[in-house]
């Protein structure tokens, strides 16, 4: 008996290792409104916000200032695409080489990109492409694992919040 009670709970044992998965951790949306309302309060810049971008989940939001952006708060909103990719858009009045590095992951500058009539950079790392948006007064970064065309559209969506 005792023989046959082993074998069923070893039996048991290995159909659970064979067919149990570990589940993949849920995607945490966060509300991004009171760090646009001080956002918009405090930046001296109009802020831009992505808008009509179906699938896309908020996952981080923050006004605060950076290692690199001397000093000068950074918009940053984080995104997860409908495709499971991370896409951020950051908006600083920090113009910077030492900012920009930070906010591309340390991308190498590449071709320019005319997105409705402006002129971004584009910045490459192995895991990372970065569409750099410089200014006088505010720089705009669209960055992530995305693809180029669905940081492009990103950048397309931007609108005064």
Same mark, same amino acid.
Request: hydrophobic share 45%.
């Given at each position: 008996? !005792?023989w046959?009670?082993?074998? *069923?709970l070893?039996? @048991?044992?290995?159909?659970? *290792?064979? &067919?149990?998965r570990?589940?993949? $951790?849920?995607?945490? *949306?966060? $509300? ?9 309060? %405090?930046?001296?810049?109009p802020v ?6 179906d699938?896309?989940? *908020? &996952? /981080?939001?923050r006004?605060?200032e ?5 000093? $000068? $708060?950074?918009?940053?909103l984080?995104?997860?695409t409908?495709?499971a990719?991370?896409v951020q858009?950051?908006? /600083?009045?920090? &113009? ?8 591309t992951?340390?991308? @190498?500058a590449?071709?320019?990109?005319? @997105?409705d ?9 192995a895991?990372r @492409?970065?569409?750099? %948006? ?5 720089? &705009?970064? !669209?960055s992530?694992t995305a693809?180029?065309?669905e940081l492009?559209q990103?950048?397309r969506? %931007?609108?005064?919040?």
């Amino acid at each position: 008996m !005792v023989w046959s009670m082993g074998l *069923v709970l070893a039996l @048991i044992g290995l159909i659970l *290792v064979v &067919t149990l998965r570990p589940q993949p $951790d849920a995607v945490k *949306v966060v $509300d991004p409104t009171q760090v646009l309302i001080a956002a918009r309060a %405090l930046a001296p810049f109009p802020v831009l916000v992505p808008e009509g971008l179906d699938g896309y989940q *908020v &996952t /981080s939001a923050r006004w605060q200032e950076t290692a690199k952006s001397g000093g $000068d $708060d950074v918009l940053h909103l984080g995104y997860v695409t409908p495709g499971a990719e991370y896409v951020q858009v950051s908006q /600083s009045a920090a &113009t910077t080489g030492e900012f920009i590095a930070e906010q591309t992951a340390g991308g @190498i500058a590449s071709e320019q990109v005319r @997105i409705d009539g402006a002129q971004w950079q584009l910045y490459e790392t192995a895991e990372r @492409i970065s569409l750099v %948006l410089p200014g006088a007064k505010v720089t &705009t970064v !669209v960055s992530g694992t995305a693809t180029q065309e669905e940081l492009e559209q990103v950048a397309r969506s %931007l609108a005064p919040s």
